[in-house]
């Protein structure tokens, strides 16, 4: 659903605001990043929504304003292989953007999230105007082939154990705060969202967090989930 024009102003200016963070976009002059925010059609989804779809031959850029979207791969089944998370202030969609081609991945909705959502054709112009653009995405591009290679790997040589204990280490070491026992706290994920972040079955996931919690490497407290500090150097 698509905002009304007074809160499509106040979103541009968060828009503005997140460019600014974002180091894509670091070489644009003030005024010119303020006429690019404009051009972002704002727009929410509900939790569970689809954005857009594997092989769907959209090719526009997002950007996540609130809320969170997951990159996923679906197969027939319905089963998900969650490839990559995208909070607040994150940017999506730049393969397609790129080469004009089919998306590579469905975005889905994490969370009730609101969305940014620039044309091709408007990016292109940007970049025209300031070609250091596309030299910028390029590199935020290779630094997201390179965290999927890591995953390709992880599927390919960990055992379940060690891809859940990798994962939760990356979430920790990105989003933990050390409590006062030394343990890392981070919003728990249920075992199927950790399945499908790790390829993994959810029984298999709920098999290894009992193991894990044997060991007191994990422990589940309330809405948090705990990692022990050793944890990384058991794997």
């Known amino acids: 659903m698509e905002l009304n024009s ?45 954005v857009f779809y594997q092989s769907d031959s959209s090719t526009d850029l997002y950007i996540v304003l609130e809320g969170a979207v997951r990159a996923s791969l679906l197969n027939r089944e319905g089963q998900e292989l969650v490839l990559a998370t995208f909070d607040k202030g994150d940017f999506f969609g730049e393969m397609s953007l790129l080469d004009g081609k089919p998306r590579s991945a469905t975005m889905i909705a994490a969370e009730d999230s609101v969305l940014g959502m620039l044309k091709r054709e408007r990016f292109l112009s940007a970049v025209k105007n300031d070609p250091m653009i596309a030299i910028d995405l390029l590199s935020a591009v290779v630094q997201r082939l390179r965290m999927a290679d890591g995953m390709i790997e992880s599927l390919a040589f960990l055992d379940v154990s060690q891809r859940l204990m990798k994962l939760l280490l990356q979430i920790a070491k990105a989003e933990g705060e050390k409590d006062k026992s030394g343990f890392f706290r981070i919003k728990k994920l249920t075992h199927k969202e950790l399945a499908a972040r790790t390829g993994a079955s959810r029984e298999a996931i709920s098999k290894v967090i009992k193991v894990l919690a044997f060991r007191d490497v994990v422990r589940e407290e309330g809405n948090c989930l705990l990692i022990s500090p050793d944890a990384e150097s058991g794997m």
Do not use: H, M
């Open 6 to 50: 007074s809160a499509g102003k106040d979103k541009s200016a968060l828009i503005e605001r997140l460019l600014k963070e974002l180091p894509v976009f670091k070489s644009l002059s003030d005024k010119y990043l303020s006429q690019l925010a404009r051009d972002f059609i704002v727009f929410q989804v509900k939790k569970g929504e689809t």
